[in-house]
T-cell receptor
Framework: EAGVVQSPRYKIIEKKQPVAFWCNPI?????LYWYLQNLGQGPELLIR????????DSQLPKDRFSAERLKGVDSTLKIQPAELGDSAVYLC???????????FGQGTRLTVV | GESVGLHLPTLSVQEGDNSIINCAYS??????FIWYKQESGKGPQFIID?????DKRQGQRVTVLLNKTVKHLSLQIAATQPGDSAVYFC?????????????FGKGTLLTVNP
């Protein structure tokens, strides 16, 4: 069974440009997360979805970040415009919900130059 | 403020030795804890979890201990192998119960010397 799939694996963009990341969760997982991971740090939650509803987006910088999960399956995370400080790894995870383990994708490493 | 932290940022052990990685948490409402392993260039990989109604749980070569009195979590790896070299994170469900909010600590780098 495929795990959480993210694309692209790497992305280099110039500052002020837009960028988008895509995530396909594990089949049947209603809960989807986007995390940000800076070098040497633990992942930090950006947004959590239950099906198509964003139930926790308190950590999402809404002035430049947006996310969607229109049909409750795949999700996209967008940054517009990107800033130098956005350089990080963006991780997607999914779970069956409640107190169950979250499974992570490989992440997208973003470099803003 | 509340945090999930690790006592030691790095841990170096000899192959075959047992490893112990520690984690402190401060939110007494947290009821679910997970240990993740992250290798370079990869996403975190689930190792083992424990719920707050337990104080010990064992897996294959790994044991997690939970001490709610002092809000301490540990991961024990038996007969550590070079393939165990990675960064280990503890994570807690800081939201409590169904208000799931998985929060990660900073991580411990485990290096296994052959």
């Amino acid at each position: 069974e495929a795990g959480v799939v993210q694309s692209p694996r790497y992305k280099i963009i110039e500052k002020k440009q837009p960028v988008a990341f895509w995530c396909n969760p594990i089949s049947g997982h209603n809960t989807l997360y986007w995390y940000l991971q800076n070098l040497g740090q633990g992942p930090e939650l950006l947004i959590r979805y239950e099906n198509e509803e964003a139930v926790d987006d308190s950590q999402l910088p809404k002035d430049r970040f947006s996310a969607e999960r229109l049909k409750g399956v795949d999700s996209t995370l967008k940054i517009q415009p990107a800033e130098l400080g956005d350089s990080a790894v963006y991780l997607c995870a999914s779970s069956a919900g409640g107190n169950t383990e979250a499974f992570f994708g490989q992440g997208t490493r973003l470099t803003v130059v | 403020g509340e945090s999930v932290g690790l006592h030691l940022p790095t841990l170096s052990v000899q192959e075959g030795d047992n490893s112990i990685i520690n984690c402190a948490y401060s939110n007494s409402a947290s009821d679910y804890f997970i240990w993740y392993k992250q290798e370079s260039g990869k996403g975190p990989q689930f190792i083992i979890d424990i719920r707050s109604n337990m104080d010990k749980r064992q897996g294959q070569r790994v044991t997690v201990l939970l001490n709610k009195t002092v809000k301490h979590l540990s991961l024990q790896i038996a007969a550590t192998q070079p393939g165990d070299s990675a960064v280990y994170f503890c994570a807690e469900n800081r939201g409590g119960g169904s208000n799931y909010k998985l929060t990660f600590g900073k991580g411990t780098l485990l290096t296994v010397n052959p």
